[in-house]
């Protein structure tokens, strides 16, 4: 039972466009999310991060977005570049026995189109 | 830079076999973890460690066990390889406080090993 979501496999956006991944969660005790992201052949990368006591948080082109009610929360890369064409996976942390282990959803492969 | 080494890129092995990944990190760090990457289930956590000589299972243990004798150094070991773990298998460390983890987004990623059991 996936406790983390991404609904969405792949996204295609033109470039200079908005792109938005999203990611559902079912555990209410999570309290910490990341997004990774990750380019064929490397390891994933942190990318953004957001605490369950804020609703946005905002780093350049990158801004992330917590619905907690709706348990939900997405991504928006405002313009999108051809660089950004990666995979990216959604990760939230808490409500693990073990301590803050990271959870992580399916990935969504964004493709930028010039 | 945070240097996360997995000691192949790709492996191929046949059904039975012992397998052994290694990892070594350069950043002093305490946690280090094994992560397996499937399509559509994302990233799933095999085991970790928080010390040499310790570890904890993940959420999909069976199948693998794990050794961490220096710090720097976190081997994943298939004692009996079998096809359903030809997967792609990560390795990542962080920082963290005590046994457990204040924050998560300084977890530094390896590369990735493509293992294909055969």
């Known amino acids: 039972d996936q406790q983390v979501k991404q609904n969405s496999p792949s996204l295609s956006v033109q470039e200079g466009r908005i792109s938005i991944l999203n990611c559902d969660y079912t555990?209410?005790?999570?309290?910490?999310f990341l997004w990774y992201k990750k380019y064929p052949a490397e390891g994933p990368t942190f990318l953004i991060s957001?605490?369950?006591?804020?609703d946005k948080n905002e780093d350049g082109r990158f801004t992330v977005f917590l619905n907690k009610s709706a348990k939900h929360l997405s991504l928006h890369i405002v313009p999108s570049q051809p660089g950004d064409s990666a995979v990216y996976f959604c990760?939230?942390?808490?409500?693990?026995?073990?301590?803050?282990?990271?959870?992580f959803g399916g990935g969504t492969r964004l493709m930028v189109k010039p | 830079d945070v240097k996360v080494t997995q000691s192949s890129r790709y492996l191929v092995k046949r059904t039975g076999e012992k397998v052994f990944l290694e990892c070594v990190q350069d950043?002093?760090?305490?946690?280090m973890f094994w992560y397996r990457q499937d399509p559509g289930l994302g990233l799933r956590l095999i085991y970790f460690?928080?010390?040499?000589?310790?570890?904890e299972k993940g959420d999909i243990p069976e199948g693998y066990s794990v050794s961490r004798e220096k710090k720097e150094r976190f081997s994943l070991i298939l004692e009996s390889a079998s096809t359903n773990q030809t997967s792609m298998y990560l390795c990542?460390?962080?920082?963290?406080?005590?046994?457990?983890?204040?924050?998560?987004?300084?977890?530094?990623f390896g590369s990735g090993t493509q293992l294909s059991v055969l």
């Open positions: 950043m002093d760090h305490e946690n």
């Open positions: 957001i605490s369950s006591i804020k």
């Open positions: 555990n209410s005790m999570f309290d910490y």
């Open positions: 990542a460390s962080g920082v963290g406080l005590s046994t457990y983890f204040a924050t998560n987004e300084k977890l530094f």
């Open positions: 990760a939230a942390s808490g409500g693990n026995n073990a301590g803050n282990m990271l959870t």
């Open positions: 460690s928080y010390d040499v000589k310790m570890k």
